[in-house]
T-cell receptor, first 113, second 114 residues
């Protein structure tokens, strides 16, 4: 089946930029997503990008998509302790009319002072 | 709007007991799903439903049953709990009328099976 891979941990210092990377295998992906899970809570959509875009910026967040390499990244500028969370990459393909997204295993972002 | 509501938030069961995890959404979404989250494993899809009366299996369906009698509710039943079912369970719904297909998650049910 289709696969989404991301590293499990990232540690950064407060005020630095964080870059979380993700690779996927489904070449028919239409939308790619970043979800954020804070401790003890469910996942919430952070941002998404449509497959015909290569960059999307939203305040401190920058999403870069390299469709040729099937690589997605999330950059958080000026990382704060409140950004500590698990970040999930997800993709939705277009084959077979399936709505089911495929999630990565999540990257735990640890922000220390 | 309350969004997706899961009850209970915490539950401890003994091996062999049965229980139902409740999930309700008030956004009139057709698509609903159940995931389990285990350390280092990410989210694994248990069952999903594309509308009332229709359910299907996900990646890890064994030991779980679902039904979808209304658009709002999608309960998950554990028929005979096992320690391997200790996990955090998330219910999600999705607006399939929008091409973006964003999922909305509940806060989770933390289940321990002793």
């Amino acid at each position: 089946g289709e696969d989404v891979e991301q590293s499990l941990f990232l540690s950064v210092r407060e005020g630095d930029s964080s870059v979380i990377n993700c690779t996927y295998t489904d070449s028919s992906s239409t939308y790619l997503y970043w979800y954020k899970q804070e401790p003890g809570a469910g996942l919430q959509l952070l941002t998404y990008i449509f497959s015909n875009m290569d960059m999307k910026q939203d305040q401190r967040l920058t999403v870069l998509l390299n469709k040729k390499d099937k690589h997605l990244s999330l950059r958080i500028a000026d990382t704060q302790t409140g950004d500590s969370a698990i970040y999930f990459c997800a993709e939705r393909g277009s084959s077979g009319g399936s709505y089911i997204p495929t999630f990565g295993r999540g990257t735990s972002l640890i922000v220390h002072p | 709007n309350a969004g997706v509501t899961q009850t209970p938030k915490f539950q401890v069961l003994k091996t062999g007991q049965s229980m139902t995890l409740q999930c309700a959404q008030d956004m009139n979404h057709e698509y609903m799903s159940w995931y389990r989250q285990d350390p280092g494993m990410g989210l694994r899809l248990i069952h999903y439903s594309v509308g009332a009366g229709i359910t299907d299996q996900g990646e890890v369906p064994n030991g779980y049953n679902v039904s979808r009698s209304t658009t709002e509710d999608f309960p998950l039943r554990l028929l005979s709990a096992a320690p391997s079912q200790t996990s955090v369970y998330f219910c999600a719904s999705m607006d399939t009328g929008s091409a973006k297909n964003i999922q909305y998650f509940g806060a989770g049910t933390r289940l321990s099976v002793l």
